[in-house]
């Protein structure tokens, strides 16, 4: 009786993992899709910026912008926006500014999450998105201006051998 219940034993446990991953596959349901994006400018690196795409979500953001070369950076006046660009439209998904005495030198970005749909009405998924960049605007006190830099993240022409052209 010994044998026959040691026996068994792998069997049940072959069983109840057929039917937990059988479950499992049955609830996935379209694509996810997460990007890992960095990048940088004349003045800034942007590291550690993440893209999470599903059937009916968009999130990004918890990225670290840092002025190249410099501990403490203070300004009056620091902006930055994320745009995305779905064929042609260019538009501006994640945003976020500062007033007042504040030192940039390195600047956490937040996040935002919600659905994010095409012209047609439709949530967007990887293949929809041609490029995403940053803007960086400050006011520079030294040169008594507001300076403008682009950081660009991910260009789908541009990515000439790359896993996300199979997409």
Known sequence: MKKYIK?????????????????CNAQKSGNTYYLLLMGESESWNLTGYEIVITPEDFKAGFGTLKMKNVNTYMTDFFHFETHVVIESDDSVVHTDSVTGETNIAEYTTGAIAGPYINKNGDFITLKDIHEIYVIVEWWDTSKNESIIERIDLFNKSKKEQSFLNEL
């Not at 026996?7 to 479950?23: A, R």
Request: hydrophobic share 60%.
């Open 7 to 23: 026996g068994l034993v792998p069997c049940i446990y072959l069983m109840l993992s057929f039917f937990v991953l059988s479950g």
